[in-house]
């Protein structure tokens, strides 16, 4: 299954592709983005980071089957790129994202998030999504209570920051469904 364009109000997001490396490789190596990824993410970013993940990992996977990524774009300026949110047919793990600093707090990641979450439930058919995070991470725990998740655990994980508290929220596909008919 190919991943489709999918567009919201004030975005559209468009299958990742190989060229989209080279503004990922100016927009991701931040602080402000990398400090509450996953410790395998190297710090300081290398000058290929982009382009190795890109084709070495998020590419093959969509190949395989097992993820779909978007770019995230604003339908004013859809060349472009501010970030990324993709989702993994991973146990405990199934979505991730990042925005450029610039453009957080103006409500784009959570649109995203809406529109990666509902083709996950409504087109994809898996019955459950689950997000793991930083507790630090304020911003992305308000988006996953905005949008129903609940807290199911929490851990201490190693990020490019260094250990951490994290947490696992989770939602079921008929708990989303009923969200958004309400």
């Not at 190596?29 to 970013?45: G, H, K, L, N, T």
């Not at 604003?74 to 501010?82: Q, S, W």
């Not at 807290?151 to 079921?172: C, F, H, N, P, Q």
């Amino acid at each position: 299954m190919s991943v489709p364009i999918l567009t919201t109000e004030r975005l559209v997001l468009k299958p990742l592709e190989a060229q989209d490396a080279a503004q990922i490789q100016k927009l991701y190596p931040q602080w402000e983005i990398v400090r509450y990824m996953v410790s395998s993410v190297p710090w300081p970013y290398p000058d290929n980071g982009a382009e190795s993940y890109v084709n070495n990992v998020a590419l093959p996977d969509v190949e395989k089957g097992v993820a779909w990524f978007w770019t995230i774009r604003r339908h004013e300026a859809p060349d472009e790129l501010m970030g990324l949110i993709c989702l993994y047919d991973v146990e405990d793990n199934n979505r991730g994202f990042w925005l450029a600093p610039q453009w957080q707090g103006k409500g784009y990641m959570r649109e995203a998030s809406i529109a990666a979450t509902d083709y996950w439930f409504n087109v994809l058919k898996k019955p459950l999504l689950r997000a793991p995070k930083a507790s630090v991470n304020a911003r992305s725990q308000r988006i996953s209570q905005s949008s129903g998740m609940r807290l199911v655990r929490t851990e201490k994980k190693a990020y490019v920051s260094g250990m951490l508290d994290s947490e696992l929220w989770e939602i079921t596909c008929d708990e989303w469904n009923a969200l958004q008919r309400s």
